[in-house]
Structure formats: C-alpha cells, structure tokens
C-alpha cells in the first residue's frame, strides 16, 4: 500500500492553517511542514495534527525552501499545497485511487482560486501530487516551477481530476497589491538572471494588480513578442492589454489586442466578454451582442481541459446576462432583452425561490412599477457590481421619480465613493427637474475624478439646460485636451460644438 506525504512551507499562516489541513487528514499518512519565520499560532496549529515542523532560514527563494520540504519527505508520493488551499472533498477518493500503486508519475490538478471582491475565479493545471523522487525540483525565485524537471527526466505527466480551492486571492484590493509587492523584487531579480516570457507574463499580472500600467503594458507585450509562451497565458496576455487599453479609453487598442486574444484561445468567457464590451465602447452592437452570447454559451458549456488551455478565468454568469441586456436596450432588440431578461430572472429564481420577495420586487422593476420602501431596501440588497448598470438604466424609464430619487439616495448614502452611484443621483435630480443639486453633484465628481469623459458631457448639458452658457469653456476645453484623441468623444464634441456655435450665432 503506498503513502503521501503533505509538503508544504509556511508563515504566520494561522488564518487558513487548519481548514488546509482539515482537508487532508484523511488522504496523507506524513505532514511535512517547513516554516521560515512564524509568530503566530501556526507552529501550534501544525503540532494539533501530528506534523514535522522545520524551522528554515528565509533566502528570499520559494524555490529553495520548497526543495528543503520536498528533500523531508518520506512517503510514496507527495501532494504540495499553500495554507490558503484546501483539497476539494470530492478530490479525496480520486487522490486515492491515483497513488494506489507506487510509480513514475506526476498528476496535473486543477487549482481552483476563489476571488469574490472581483468575480473574477480563475483556475490552472499544474502538478500538484507527483512520486517522491529526489530528481523533482522546483526551480525560480518566485512563481517557481516543477514542470521542467519533470519534463527534463521524462517522468510522466497526466491529467487527474483532482481539483484545489485557493482562497488567498478571496481579498480585497489593497491585500492583493500588497502581495503583489511582496512578490515584485523577487520576481525582477529572478528575470534578470532569467529573462524568459514565463516571468515577463508574470511581471505584466504584477504591475496590472499594482495598477502601474506602463510597466503591465511593456511586460505584456514583451511575453507576447514571441512563441516561447504557451497560446493560452499568450492570449490572456492579449486580453490583458485590451483591458488596461480599454480603462485608458483607448478603444482602437483595446480592439486589436481582444482579436490576437480571440485568435489565439477562443474558448475563454472571460476575453469574449471584453470583446463585447469593446465593441458595445465603439457603437457595433451587433458585435457587442454577438460576443456577448458566444461568453453566456462557454459558461455554460466550458471547454475541456488541456495543457495548451491550462488556465482559464471564470465570469459570474450574472456579469454576462445582465450586459447582453444593457446591448439589448441601447439597441432597442427586443428579442435578446427577452431572451436575456429570461435567463436572468432563471438565475434568481433559482437563488431566491420562484415565489420569493426578491423576484416579485424584480418583477416590479423591469415593469417600470413604483416600489414600496422594504421594496427599495430589497433592491439596494440585490445591486452589485454586476447588475448595477442594468437597475439603472431600467430605473430611469421608471415614472415614479420619488422611487427612484429614494433608491439614488440610498446607494448614494451606503457608498458616497461610488463615482457610478454619484453620477446616477445627479441624474436622477435632473429627471425630477432638481438641476441645482444635479450640477452640484456632477461638480464635485469632477473634482474627485478627472478619468472618465462622460462627467465633462453631463456638465455641458447642467449647465446648457440652466442658460449657464458661460460655464462651458472649461468641460469643452477639458474633453479637447485630455479626451479629443478618442473617436466617440471627438464625434460627440464636434456636434456639440455645431449645436452651440448655431445657438451663439442666434444670440447674436
């Protein structure tokens, strides 16, 4: 009967210790654990479960101390897990069954990681449970590899279905960028020694948490420049570059780099949702809405896993159905918003029950009816980051004015940051004929923000609808230097412009 081994290096990592070692409890017969340097309760926690605890001197190398744990093992196989990872439950029987017999082998699993703050899940394949053999190193400062020792020995690699959740990536933003710096150093002395793509597509993911975009940019485009990369980090490496270029509002950038995305891995919801939000930025709602479906049908029905697809992002298929009916209203289809508002309201009923509160207060929205006060709290419950756009626009066509005003405040009040919260109250205020509050609001938005050129249109128009001619010159010069080398907004201010050199023309 052949035994498995848990490696694992950690510090102060008493937050997921125990649940990653609940896990596993049943499936390893050894727990080697090597820790660099805790002072928390981790040394305790490791002790509960009968583990081999080494103390190791940090050298600045995961490589290294990774190698140390693997050289303390003593069983059949090894299984390598981070405290924040647990083995799936389902996982235990397959983990069994695959080391039943001792041989030459590495099992690729797939590593799941949680990441809720941007419902954006991703997962990868990579060998996890392998046979304990001295010739299997991990190589690389950070981001380290096992694959090319495995490959340089020709130990045989697999596919298993053994799945891994990682929660450490389940943080807010400010925890991810601080990671990200932890890892920054490591990762540009390891490419200086080592200028391989693997790093500079690792570099890009860097400085893109670090929201440093020159940099995303320049690492990105240098793991794309040739083939060493596999086609599928290649292509999210395009995806990347089209977000970072469609946040500059660089939408002609942003397009190109979607295509050599979609090109080179089309089977990824995720790069062709960007795409149709890329499209939907241009005006080609036929695209838009063509992309949009082509991502619903991949959540649906993923592809298969293999090693040239070995990583994918996962999209909340809320995200994806509530943007084809954002396309299917700016478009007037009426068939896709039916379709879409279908299958949106199939996901919550199957969340909240067919003849739950919550569906009947949807109900009420799409219908563009007044709602009740526990109706808005309900509502304000239910928004989030994915739906927010499509409440929105449904609210506006809502001839209940006082019922929207109440929801606009609300959210405005639970989070006074939100710059879309801010900007959907002044346009509430100007619907109800309130222009004094709405171009106070907008105002000090801009203050706040001077990154997004739809604050500058809605000050033109406060201030057009209140004779405020004579406030124009700074929104108009401002969309002309900061924003004029984007098409839709040079098309838009140009017709403005038109519009108000007829009206100066007839004061005149």
Request: charged share 25%; hydrophobic share 35%.
């Amino acid at each position: 009967m052949s035994s498995i081994t848990l490696s694992m290096i950690v510090k102060n990592e008493e937050k997921y210790l125990e649940g990653c070692l609940e896990s596993v409890k049943e499936v390893v017969e050894e727990i080697v654990i090597v820790d660099t340097g805790s002072t928390d309760r981790t040394i305790e926690i490791a002790k509960k479960y009968g583990a081999k605890i080494y103390s190791y001197a940090w050298q600045n190398d995961f490589s290294e101390a990774r190698n140390f744990a693997l050289s303390k093992s003593t069983c059949d196989w090894i299984l390598y897990l981070d405290a924040d990872e647990r083995l799936e439950m389902n996982s235990i029987k397959e983990v069994k069954k695959l080391t039943s017999s001792k041989n030459n082998t590495a099992f690729y699993c797939t590593i799941k990681s949680v990441d809720k703050e941007n419902g954006r899940d991703n997962s990868i394949l990579y060998p996890r449970l392998f046979s304990n053999d001295n010739r299997i190193k991990f190589t690389g400062k950070v981001h380290e590899q096992i694959i090319p020792s495995i490959k340089e020995y020709n130990i045989n690699l697999r596919h298993s279905n053994v799945e891994i959740i990682h929660l450490g990536y389940n943080i807010s933003l400010e925890d991810k960028k601080q990671k990200a710096k932890r890892n920054l150093n490591l990762l540009l002395e390891e490419y200086k020694e080592n200028k391989s793509a693997y790093y500079e597509y690792h570099l890009g993911v860097t400085y893109q948490i670090l929201e440093d975009d020159d940099n995303a940019i320049k690492y990105f485009e240098l793991a794309c420049a040739g083939n060493e990369l596999i086609k599928n980090l290649r292509a999210q490496s395009y995806s990347s570059l089209a977000l970072i270029y469609q946040n500059q509002h660089n939408i002609e950038e942003a397009e190109k780099h979607i295509k050599k995305s979609l090109q080179m891995d089309n089977q990824q919801s995720f790069a062709n949702l960007l795409a149709s939000k890329i499209h939907f930025r241009k005006g080609d709602y036929n695209l838009a809405a063509e992309e949009c479906r082509h991502a619903l049908r991949l959540h649906k029905k993923p592809s298969g896993r293999n090693v040239e697809n070995w990583q994918s992002i996962f999209v909340e298929p809320e995200e994806i159905i509530c943007f084809g009916i954002t396309i299917a209203l700016q478009s007037n289809n009426a068939e896709n918003y039916q379709s879409y508002t279908r299958e949106l309201f199939k996901l919550y009923v199957g969340i909240y029950g067919a003849k739950s509160t919550m569906v009947a207060m949807v109900n009420k929205v799409f219908a563009g009816q007044s709602l009740v006060s526990s109706e808005v709290e309900l509502l304000i419950g239910l928004i989030n980051d994915y739906n927010k756009n499509v409440f929105l626009l449904l609210l506006e066509n809502c001839s209940d004015k006082k019922s929207v005003l109440h929801v606009a405040e609300k959210l405005n009040s639970m989070c006074p940051n939100d710059i879309e919260n801010k900007k959907f109250l002044a346009k509430t205020y100007d619907a109800a004929g309130d222009l004094t509050n709405a171009t106070l609001i907008m105002e000090d938005v801009e203050k706040e923000i001077d990154s997004d050129p739809s604050i500058y249109f809605y000050l033109i128009s406060f201030y057009v609808k209140q004779g405020l001619l004579q406030k124009l010159n700074y929104p108009l010069q401002q969309l002309e230097n900061k924003y004029s080398h984007i098409v839709e907004v040079k098309t838009r201010l140009d017709l403005i412009k038109q519009k108000l050199n007829l009206v100066l023309e007839k004061q005149n």
